[in-house]
């Protein structure tokens, strides 16, 4: 029986291993017809096509800096305003850096200051043409974690996509993406921290790990800094610390520094360096900052059609400036990184103040577009602060003091980047003027510069721009540049549409 059953298994197992093969080989003969047929299995991605431009149709993107923005303005009927925003609404896609809070001031019971407007302004910002803005600036935390929810809660509600903060360190870093007719648009939005003290490390957010859900805030790339001074300088402030060192030995318990090198030593919390020229600032950018964000550039453009980068970054060259015109080198690493990871532009804001344009492997970088609108006179300050004088008051005291209503802190561009068959065409920049010494009322509210005054912005942004190759021609009260054919080598990855703006 033992065997009889054994042979019994034996003669099903032939059975079942022979219709196995047959089913084997006839799956192979489909599978190379199909190979043969329908090119199975695919070829690797070419991953560098898809950091190219992907919209074939006539595109236009409109930049603008800061938006410090604390009233709706969409309804005014000022002329010159309402050029600013028949210039938006034209763009395709117009993206800028949402500088101000706002907040529903009948629910809203956290404490404020400085940049906290009215609810408003959300749907008064896009029926101007607004469609995405950067939220990673050193004022999204004026009223809170709060205040920034509730601020990007408003904005997405009205139909503007935010980026650059969020609730732990993924959200805040990730490109985020409005739909429009001419295809997916992205947007990342960092921050350069500041480092006298202005920025509170609870503004940055944080990754969550384990149990730990991660902080709520901005999208840092941290930096640190080192100070150039010329020898006789460095070998001076050298003997200065060591005669302090020196009188550590009469506490109990004496701070021994780390020994410096032979062209670097730290002193009181900076670091300085031997150079060639006095008081530049060596600004490096945290490494794992840096690469987390590039991986993220790459990742949205590589599901979007066109990504914008937009950096706020207050550091200056040297602290000598007054306004940070000139760019630092970082800034110029960084920039370029992104634009080689992906990003079909690269917008900084933050200076108060313009920088020059380049244009990189055939695509644009504007440094610092300066202000858009520049509502500081409208801040919220402490009653304790006032000292008997009203909030207006007290603002343009503080404001004034530093500068920030200068006329050079109150220009403004709208750069207008043009592209067809998936390559930049042209840039056209409108200098704008935020009235810096129009009545308190009128104050950082922008309109098209006049002739000559738009004539004297563009040829500071063409000396600002020289460095980087790039022409400029005025025309009238418009710069324009237009971009060299050796950029259009690269050709388009094919994405058409069709009809109306969004």
């Known amino acids: 029986m033992r065997n009889k059953l054994s042979r019994s298994r034996r003669w099903t197992l032939g059975v079942f291993l022979s219709g196995a093969l047959g089913i084997s080989g006839l799956l192979s003969a489909q599978t190379r017809e199909l ?60 993206v800028g850096n949402f ?13 404020a200051e400085y940049f906290v407007g009215s609810k408003d302004v959300a749907a008064s910002l896009r029926d101007m043409g607004f469609d995405m803005v950067g939220r990673a600036n050193n004022h999204a935390l004026d009223a809170g974690l709060q205040g920034m929810f509730e601020t990007d809660l408003l904005l997405e509600d009205s139909g503007i996509v935010t980026a650059g903060s969020g609730r732990h360190l993924d959200e805040a870093r990730e490109a985020r993406f409005i739909e429009t007719v001419k295809g997916r648009i992205g947007l990342v ?11 509170p490390a609870h503004l940055f957010a944080t990754r969550r790990t ?33 005669l302090l060192q020196s009188q550590g030995e009469q506490w109990n318990y004496p701070m021994k520094e780390r020994p410096d090198q032979a062209n670097r030593l730290g002193f009181f919390g900076l ?16 490494p794992s900052d840096l690469a987390e964000i590039l991986t993220e550039i790459r990742d949205g453009k590589q599901r979007s059609h066109f990504l914008a980068a937009m950096i706020h970054s207050h550091q200056v060259e040297s602290d000598f400036q007054r306004h940070g015109d000139t760019t630092p080198e970082f800034l110029v690493t960084v920039a370029r990184a992104a634009i080689d990871n992906g990003a079909d532009v690269f917008i900084g804001t933050g200076p108060h103040t313009l920088r020059g344009i380049e244009i990189y492997n055939g695509k644009p970088i504007f440094y610092g577009l300066g202000e858009l609108f520049h509502q500081l006179y409208d801040s919220h300050f402490p009653a304790a602060d006032r000292a008997g004088i009203t909030e207006t008051e007290r603002a343009v005291d503080f404001w ?9 802190a109150t220009e403004g561009l709208i750069a207008i980047s043009k592209y067809d068959q998936g390559q930049l065409r042209e840039v056209r920049l409108y200098p704008t003027d935020a009235r810096y010494q129009a ?27 020289a460095r ?10 418009v710069g324009v540049i237009r971009v060299a054919r050796e950029f259009r080598s690269a050709g388009p990855v094919e994405q058409r549409s069709s009809g109306a703006r969004r």
């Open 468 to 477: 980087f190759g790039t022409v400029i021609e005025i025309e009238g009260s």
């Open 271 to 286: 670091s300085f360096h031997k150079g060639d020229r006095q008081g530049v600032n060596e600004w490096t950018p945290d």
């Open 99 to 111: 500088e101000s809070n706002i907040r529903d001031e009948r629910k809203s019971d956290t404490a």
């Open 439 to 465: 009545p308190v009322v009128n104050t950082g509210i922008p309109r098209l510069a006049t002739p000559p005054y738009a004539q004297d912005i563009l040829r500071r942004v063409q000396a600002l721009s």
């Open 189 to 199: 939005s960092m921050h350069n921290p500041q480092l006298d003290g202005r920025n």
């Open 35 to 94: 190979s043969q047929t329908e090119g199975f299995p695919p070829p690797p991605r070419d991953w560098s096509a898809e950091l190219r431009l992907k919209i074939v149709d006539p595109f236009s993107f409109a930049a603008v800096g800061d938006l410090i923005i604390t009233r709706p303005m969409a309804s005014s009927a000022d002329p010159g305003l309402r050029e600013v925003f028949l210039l938006l609404r034209e763009a395709d896609v117009a």
């Open 210 to 242: 384990g149990t730990y859900t991660g902080r709520a805030g901005v999208n840092p790339l941290k930096l640190s800094r080192s100070i150039s001074l010329k020898a006789d300088a460095f070998d001076s402030l050298r003997r200065a610390k060591d």
């Open 400 to 408: 004034d003091k530093l500068g920030s209503t200068s006329r050079i």
